[in-house]
């Protein structure tokens, strides 16, 4: 429902968009998922990020009082793009000015909803207003850089008795085109937002954008993600980091692998799950085979074995046509280039380092896993 709403300058121009009910599916921007936005530490952080991949440029700056914007401080964004999608799709006129309860915000974010946690909400609505972003992303002039802060401004209103009655708060044009825009937007996991590590939503993110609900996955090289996260931290850690991410396995609806080219580069390779997580090895007594028409398969079943007792496998291809800058690499000067790769299908690889033509295995292999069984 939108409302006239004047009461500043950039508010005479906008009409107000109040935050609908129910429980809408989340949806985040392509853009947002893609590349290093936010800090992936919950630790205060002021040293910007500078990233550069191709004709793509993003510069992202804080300031010393409050910090750049973190993955958990995306959240708010993820529920404006959820609103504006959900009221568009419902033929509703949509706003940047939005207006909302901090419980309908938290709520929907899988958070609490004591005082601690509205505390926590108003310093995320501060980062996401004071850290500035400038990039080149969907700017149609080569080399123009379009600059803005995730919220341009943000109103607490209270009751006469000084509890909090809602808030409003006005997204930039560069988000809210990007929202509008059904090619830019993708639904994700809600599951993802019980992800606690800045990394594992990172990452998931990185997975669900690229590798959408492709049936042989994707894979990317692990120098090229320490690139694309914008983390401070050194690759070794990073790459530690990443390992013991895919040996707890926990991004909903995605199944991680490490593969390693004889040439000595690792790659992570994620697939999705065939049936959400992969639960006990154990079958529950009197599962039946058959379901009824229109009944979802069950997940109670033994997971497959992520170690392959074949010698034989095929390498799944990289991303070469969704995400052409994915296989890309840093070069000196801070630059990238993309790696020349074989035309036509890759060779398969043998854990000894051998080359063979690649022939299909009978069952679904996984090469390199690295962990022993199902995931945990």
């Known amino acids: 429902m939108s409302t006239r709403h004047c009461t500043g300058s950039e508010r005479e121009?906008?009409?107000?968009?109040?935050?609908?009910?129910?429980?809408?599916?989340?949806?985040?921007?392509?853009?947002?998922?893609?590349?290093?936005?936010?800090?992936l530490a919950k630790s205060h952080r002021s040293t910007p990020i500078d990233f550069r991949s191709g004709d793509v440029a993003i510069r992202v700056e804080a300031v010393p009082e409050h910090g750049m914007a973190t993955i958990w401080d995306a959240d708010v964004l993820i529920w404006a793009a959820s609103q504006i999608v959900e009221a568009r799709d419902a033929g509703l006129r949509t706003s940047r000015l939005m207006a909302a309860t901090p419980y309908e915000i938290l709520n929907f974010t899988g958070r609490g909803t004591s005082l601690r946690d509205y505390q926590r909400l108003k310093a995320a609505l501060d980062r996401l207003?004071?850290?500035?972003?400038?990039?080149?992303?969907?700017?149609?002039?080569?080399?123009?850089?379009?600059?803005?802060?995730w919220i341009n401004e943000w109103t607490e209103r209270a009751d006469g008795h000084g509890h909090p009655g809602g808030i409003e708060l006005i997204v930039p044009?560069?988000?809210?085109?990007?929202?509008?825009?059904?090619?830019?937007?993708?639904?994700?996991?809600?599951?993802?937002?019980?992800?606690?590590?800045?990394?594992?939503?990172?990452?998931?993110?990185?997975?669900?954008?690229?590798?959408?609900?492709?049936?042989?996955?994707?894979?990317?090289?692990?120098?090229h993600l320490h690139l694309k996260s914008g983390s401070l931290s050194p690759f070794k850690r990073f790459a530690f980091e990443l390992r013991d991410i895919i040996r707890r396995q926990p991004l909903p609806g995605y199944t991680l692998f490490v593969e390693v080219e004889i040439s000595g580069r690792t790659l992570l390779a994620f697939e999705p799950a065939a049936c959400g997580q992969p639960v006990d090895s154990v079958v529950l007594s009197g599962t039946g085979a058959i379901v009824p028409s229109g009944t979802r398969p069950s997940c109670y079943r033994e997971p497959e074995s992520v170690i392959s007792h074949e010698r034989k496998s095929e390498i799944r291809a990289l991303n070469l046509e969704s995400n052409q800058d994915s296989n890309l690499l840093v070069v000196g000067g801070g630059e990238t280039r993309s790696e020349p790769r074989p035309a036509g299908k890759e060779k398969g690889r043998y854990r000894d380092g051998g080359e063979r033509p690649p022939v299909q295995a009978a069952g679904p292999t996984h090469p390199f896993p690295t962990k022993s069984g199902g995931a945990s």
């Open 129 to 149: 207003q004071s850290t500035t972003v400038a990039t080149s992303l969907r700017q149609p002039a080569e080399r123009r850089m379009h600059r803005f802060s």
């Open 173 to 223: 044009d560069w988000f809210y085109r990007a929202v509008l825009d059904d090619a830019l937007v993708l639904t994700i996991d809600r599951a993802y937002f019980d992800l606690t590590g800045g990394m594992e939503r990172w990452l998931y993110r990185i997975v669900r954008k690229h590798g959408g609900h492709q049936r042989n996955g994707w894979r990317f090289d692990f120098r």
């Open 13 to 39: 121009q906008l009409e107000l968009f109040r935050a609908l009910p129910g429980d809408l599916a989340p949806r985040d921007a392509q853009d947002l998922m893609a590349y290093p936005f936010f800090s």
